[in-house]
């Protein structure tokens, strides 16, 4: 796929909407547009929030006219929490730590450095008290969320000189939101935040030496290897990132409990397809970004990491010190992801080694 084409699909579609196609039987109908922070047709991420708007649409039979509009179409990406908090817009589908500067709390329910997996993000929002903490930040700014895409442990990012030390990061200009962000400021880079359509003119103008964006699915068709060739791993900054639908408090409060649990439903359902299809496509990708276009796999190093650690540390002190709902937030997160990594380390991190082992697989 060209990367060009993909990107330039909302220009092709015009500011025009993709209305959904309803079934031809006469009913009542309620509008939802759902805006979103990613490019039409963007591999990943775009075409996960297209699918659920579509599957919004055929679960209610046309009770919901849904109206999808990806990033420029509407609003611009990062607009798309104002859209929807005043009621211009009934959803919006994207990444909640977009709107950390609001209140801190926003970037525990997409991904935190040194944060949850996919699989214990999972377990922390259905079962570990996650969803009532975000319901009740949510509705501070008249918003119910629900997880709906998950893109796991993501990679380090695309760099342009090799990181050796924690020094190596000094002066860098890097595209990396959130508080992986501000872990990176700590250690003395310029942290960017920008939308994914205009990342890579930045990394081929020399705006910004580096960029974190998914892993090898995702990354292949953003063509980032023109321009960077070292790729690093692991991301500290996003190991589950959690996507997220947000819904207009009072536009959510008038759907029939039907509805609600048909979106509900949805959202789970992409929750869990975004993940597998993540999955899926990343080894193969991985093999034809190095093999194809020369891509030279780095791993960060232990004191690189260990740099990474303190300054981490010191960004969810200061989060949770934000306010007493941030605190328990931050606390909550903090008690789970030790309970939960105690027993990853014992089930799917033990046997991956051993299995790993065995296979010959280095």
């Known amino acids: 796929m060209d990367r060009r084409k993909f990107l330039s699909g909302a220009a092709v579609a015009g500011a025009a909407s993709a209305t959904l196609a309803a079934p031809a039987v006469a009913q009542s109908t309620t509008d939802m ?9 963007f591999p990943g991420l775009g075409l996960p929030a297209q699918r659920l708007a579509a599957r919004i649409a055929e679960l209610t039979e046309g009770r919901l006219n849904v109206q999808y509009f990806a990033a420029g179409e509407r609003v611009g990406a990062f607009d798309s929490f104002d859209e929807v908090a005043s009621g211009n817009a009934q959803a919006y589908i994207g990444a909640d730590y977009y709107w950390k500067g609001r209140h801190p709390g926003w970037a525990a329910f997409t991904a935190i450095p040194f944060g949850f997996t996919y699989t214990e993000m999972d377990a922390w929002i259905k079962y570990g008290g996650g969803q009532e903490l975000w319901d009740e930040l949510a509705g501070e700014f008249g918003l119910k969320n629900f997880a709906c895409g998950n893109t796991g442990v993501q990679m380090g990012g695309w760099f342009n000189k090799e990181i050796n030390s924690a020094d190596d990061l000094k002066g860098l200009k890097m595209r990396i939101p959130g508080q992986g962000g501000d872990v990176m400021a700590k250690l003395g880079a310029s942290p960017v935040s920008l939308p994914g359509g205009q990342i890579y003119e930045n990394l081929v103008s020399g705006a910004i030496d580096a ?8 990354d292949f068709f953003m063509k980032f290897y023109e321009a ?4 690093y791993f692991p991301g500290m900054h996003e190991p589950g990132a959690q ?16 509805d609600q649990a048909i979106i509900e439903a949805a959202c789970n359902e992409e929750n869990a397809r975004t993940m597998a299809e993540t999955n899926a496509n990343n080894g193969e990708y991985l093999q034809r970004l190095m093999n194809d276009h020369g891509v030279e796999l780095r791993e960060f190093n232990d004191d690189v990491y260990d740099s990474f650690g303190e300054a981490a540390q010191e ?4 989060a949770g010190d934000h306010s007493p709902l941030s605190k328990k937030i931050y606390d909550s997160v903090v008690a789970k992801r030790e309970e939960l990594a105690r027993w990853g380390q014992l ?9 790993n082992r065995v296979l010959g697989i280095e």
């Open 211 to 218: 960029t974190e964006w998914v892993g090898p699915y995702n």
């Open 315 to 318: 960004v969810l002190e200061e």
């Open 243 to 258: 996507l997220a639908m947000g819904l207009n408090a009072e536009f959510w409060g008038s759907l029939s409990k039907t």
């Open 228 to 231: 960077a060739k070292y790729y």
């Open 347 to 355: 089930s799917d991190i033990s046997y991956s080694i051993k299995r």
């Open 33 to 41: 547009v759902i805006v979103s922070t990613w490019p039409r047709d």
